[in-house]
């Protein structure tokens, strides 16, 4: 019988064993293969096995919640995962504010419905590889326009430079931070009282 492919990989952060182990019968059920941490310290060494989501409460021993989002953000390796952040302490709409600026992706109030778990699951998942075709598609478009032979110059309505290709940057002798931002009639003004000089 062939084995089913995992709906994606998820890590709980809690420091309830109890908590923990319904949240990994909730998933496992629905498909996703389940790695679990006890505490900040240990979320973070495991995030580093990149899973696709991170449910982590608010209230751990070692650190808080948001402390852990806040390092998980702030990781080069591990900024692009999803995270969910869970409490059934920190309830009020300050501490959802508050997880939500420092970082987390989604905040739910425990106890979670099993379905409202998988969904919003399921919904960070499709929004993580939504960015992540973004980002393919922008790179794409980007090294595609850098090999074009000639210079080109996107402007906004005012004429001010959005975007231009290696080869405009080296028609000109100038770097990206000189155009970036700037009127194009500027960029030749200026490149030509240079020429004048």
Do not use: C
């Amino acid at each position: 019988m062939p084995e089913t492919v995992a709906r994606g990989r998820v890590l709980i952060i809690d420091d309830q064993a109890p908590t923990r182990y319904i949240f990994r019968r909730i998933l496992t059920d629905a498909g996703f293969q389940v790695s679990e941490a006890d505490n900040g310290t240990d979320g973070l060494s495991k995030a580093q096995q990149l899973p696709d989501v991170i449910v982590a409460d608010v209230n751990l021993p070692d650190m808080l919640g948001y402390d852990l989002v806040r390092r998980i953000k702030a990781s080069p390796s591990t900024s692009n995962i999803p995270v969910l952040q869970i409490s059934a302490s920190f309830v009020t709409d300050e501490s959802k504010v508050q997880a939500l600026e420092g970082g987390a992706d989604s905040y739910l109030i425990q106890p979670v419905e099993p379905t409202v778990l998988i969904a919003q699951i399921h919904a960070l998942i499709r929004m993580r590889r939504a960015e992540a075709l973004s980002h393919l598609s922008a790179w794409q478009w980007q090294t595609t326009f850098d090999a074009l032979s000639d210079g080109l110059a996107l402007t906004d309505e005012n004429g001010i430079l959005i975007r231009t290709n290696r080869a405009f940057l080296h028609l000109l002798s100038l770097q990206d931070s000189d155009v970036r931002d700037k009127p194009l009639t500027a960029v030749f003004e200026s490149k030509r009282s240079e020429e004048r000089r």
